[in-house]
């Protein structure tokens, strides 16, 4: 499912729970609270904001990283 994170991500962007709200019934058809998206969100944040300052791991700190985008250089 390529949407799992889209709510946390919409809020951190600065998206309204009712505009999340309106986004999950779009994807998904499904009907959820505002207070649920904000419980949800304010759950997982400390998660989120912990993942986002996690140490790189070695290969990445301070180099330069070649990404493999499918076309020929």
Do not use: F
């Not at 499912?1 to 019934?25: C, D, F, N, W």
């Not at 969100?41 to 180099?63: C, F, K, V, Y």
């Amino acid at each position: 499912m390529p949407h799992t994170l889209t709510y946390p991500r919409s809020y951190a962007k600065g998206q309204t729970t009712t505009e999340i709200v309106e986004s999950i019934k779009e994807l998904y058809d499904v009907d959820i609270s505002s207070s649920l998206v904000a419980r949800v969100t304010d759950n997982i944040l400390e998660d989120i904001t912990a993942w986002q300052n996690r140490p790189l791991s070695r290969h990445l700190r301070g180099g330069r990283c070649r990404v493999n985008t499918g076309r020929l250089l």
